[in-house]
Each structure stands twice: as structure tokens, then as C-alpha cells.
DNA sequence: AGACTTTTAAATGTCAGACAAATAAAATCG
DNA sequence: CGATTTTATTTGTCTGACATTTAAAAGTCT
């Protein structure tokens, strides 16, 4: 692991590199200690705090953790599946919100997604999630509920039925998709009868996972897709001409 | 923003996390320049090195930049699809290797999830897309081709077909799905034969997708979902009772 | 006045040294 | 032998300083 000290960039960034690649390489391996923060500085030939700065960053990415005390210093962490949730969360909302991306775009690859999902999910769904999902179907049809609730109650519902995979991973990877509309989501101002119209498709949504029927599953998503794109282009249209 | 020198937890943690929220909030937007380093330790009444460690930590996810000099500081960044891209690589890489999920369980995500891009890259591939994937079968047809080479071959032609859907929320999403699966695919002895298989099937997905033949894109792709997962369960086998 | 050069000021990057706090292991004592 | 105290190690934080970069202000010459 080597750094060089006449590249523009920053020391700590060079020193956080090399230990990530060590990490990401396998050559440090789950739960070793690196070395403490006097050893590192002394190899890298750099100060204390130049090193603490690059292991703070490693800690931001959950690379690392660190303890105090005598036999303490930072360890590899064995990244969790909550630790990636919350990252991905993190990331496609601000990539979301923050790059333009056009409501049917982020829409089109959610649902894109969450049919990826239908068929295991139709599969594999556990009573529990049935139940979840019902719930939130019943919290989605009480009166007085605010937008930012139904959407809330909608990203619950939908997490049950990816959840329904039985597949950690597919789960992990859709947290992101499906979360991050949720700021896009909220835009839109949902009228009495397009929550019908949502609950309605999410009833049949829920009635075919216990049927167990795929391809009923993969076309009412279908249909919601359509039905959300059209809604969005509904309050865009009256945005541009109000009335 | 506010923090509790009293909790547990680091300052600079602490730090980092009400300006990260203040971000994902949007209360402080794109481009917007930060307090300078001196300004953000009297406001937290903290010193310096600790207010640069959260600064650090916010670098690290890419939601903030630094300029040096007169007029410089930290700056919101507007995170981009290439920064997004690789840092899902490295957490989905690590979430894998690290977590022991199953080849099974990684396959199946993966290939559900490529299968959501079928339709829409059936539809939209350009012939730049299509050209790299017969650039790939071509050079995985090479005889003498490492295993790691064929491998990373196949990423690249799976990338093309993520690509073709042209979504980029979905490239970004299936980033590291495919990427991720690599390392655990490196593990894997590829021979003559199964090469050949495999190419066969390449050469079917490109010239479905050309033909904008979804159905047999799908098809084809479930096909080869079964033949990798045969494949890695032959290789447990033979890796269970050695010949 | 205008264009070029020099100076200055502000900001991050880096360093050195110190102390506080936590923690586990070693030493001590009943 | 068990409980307590001491000690050493390591991270967390602070202070203060200097180096480097950069843009803007000041100055200078034509």
C-alpha cells in the first residue's frame, strides 16, 4: 500500500483508497484490525490527523468501525444488509431528486423492477406479508389521510410485495428504487378518486399473491404504472394552465 | 441543526449527520456553499480537525465537494450516475462477499432483475449496444482467454444489455447486481464446453435483441440463469468430493 | 483608461503536540 | 482464588501553527 505525496489529491483521500482496495481486494479480511492510527501514520509517513480523516471516510461507507480502548482501534466491518438499505435510500433519492430525472423515467424502472419481483413473490409470499400488505390497504383507505401518509402507506406496501421474493438481495437493490420515488410521489396530490382507483389495483395486487397467480400480479403493475404515469402527467399538465 | 456533545456517539458523526440530513432535505441545495471549516466549528462549538472529519465523512458519499483557495469551501454536490455507479459496485461487491449470500440467491437476483430490462431493451437497443455485444461474444470465443477475462467479458456484455433499456435509473440499479456478481462468477472454472454454451446463448439474447424479440431475449436469459447455476453447483460438487 | 503584474486575504490541507476518555489486560490485595 | 486497583493502549478532541491554493484587490506601466 503506497501513497504519493506529490499528487494534487488529497493525502487522506490517497490513504483511504489504498485501504479500501485492500478491503475490497479480500487481502483484509472481515474483522481484522488495522493497524492503530499512530502505526498507520508512522507507514503512510503522514500526521495523526490526516489518517483519522481517512478512516473517517471509510467508516462513512461502513467499511470500517471503530472501538476505543486498549485492544481497540478499527476493524473491517462486515457490512449488513441494513447498512446497505439505508446507503442505497440515501443515494438514488438524492440521485433522484437531485439530477432531473423525469417522473417516467424513475417510474418506468420501478416498475420495471418490482416486476422483476412478481413472479417469486407470487411464489414465495409469506402469510406475514400478505398481512402487511392488507393493512396498508386498509390504512390507504381511511378518510383524512394526508398525501404524504398514502404515500408513505404506498412505499410500505410496495416493500412487502419485493420483500415477497424471499431474495435479500433483490430486496436490498429495490429499497432504493422504490424509496426514492417517495419524494417524487409526493408531488402529486392524490384526489379521493385516484386512491380508489390505487386501492382497487393493489386489492387485486394482493389477491393474486395469494392465489398465487404470477401473470395476474405482473399485469396490474403493469396497470399501475400506467395509472401513476398518468397521474403525474395529470398534475403536470394542470401546473403548466392552471385553471 | 444541533448536536449533543453528551451522547455517546462521535461529534464529528453527529456533525456529519445534521448536514447530511440539512442535504437530503433539500434545505440546502445543489451547489450551495457550506460555512467555511472556522465558521462550522464556533457554530458547533467543536474544533476544526472535527468539523473536517464530518466534512470528510460527507465527501466520502459524494454529497458534498471541496475547493481550495479565496472563494473556496465545501459545496453541496449534485451527485452524478458515475459516482452513484461505483459506489453501489463496491457496497453490492462487499455485501456479497462479505455476507455469504448464496450464488443461488445472487444469480436468481440478478437475472430476475436483467430479465425487467428485457422488454425495454428489445425495444430501444441502439446499434452501438448491439455492436459491443458482439464485440464481447466475439472476444470470449478467443481460445487461451483466462477465466477472469471471460468473466469480465461477460460483465461488460451484460452491461450492454442493462444499457439498452436505455433508463439510466435502471443501468445505475443493475450496476451492481451484475457487477457485483463477479467475484463469486470468478469462482467458477469455465470450460471449452461451457464456454461454448454460453456464447451460444450470447449469440441467441443479441440476435433477439436486434430482432426485438423480447419474448425470446427472456427465454433465453432463464436459460442461462439455469446453465450458470449448474454450472456453480457442479463445481461445489466436485469441490466437495475432489476426484 | 486599460491591460498586465503584484500583493493580499481567505480558505482548505497538513502537521505537531497535548490531554481526555474508554477499555482491556496486568498487577495488587484481601 | 476472587475482587479490586493500577496501568498501558487506543481512539476522541482540542489548540495552534504553517503550507498551499486561489480569487480578488491593489498597484503599475503603457
Redesign the pocket.
Known sequence: MKID?QK?T???AQIAQAIRSAIVSGELIVNAR??????L?EQF??????V??A?KRLAAQSLIR?????????FVNRIGFEDAYSQQITTSTLLLSMNSVSFDTACEARYALERACAPLSAQRRTPDQLATMRAEIFRQAQPGLTDEAFCASDVAFHRALVDGAGNPVLSYQLAGAVEAMQPLMNMITFTARSREAIINLHVTIADALEAQDAATVDATLADLEIYTRQLAHDVAERKRKPA
Not at 471503530?66 to 478499527?74: D, E, F, H, I, V
Open positions: 505525496s494534487p488529497d493525502l487522506s488495522l493497524p492503530s492510527e499512530a502505526e501514520s509517513q503522514v500526521s495523526r490527523p490526516t483519522r480523516e478512516l471503530t472501538q476505543r480502548g486498549a485492544s481497540g482501534g478499527a
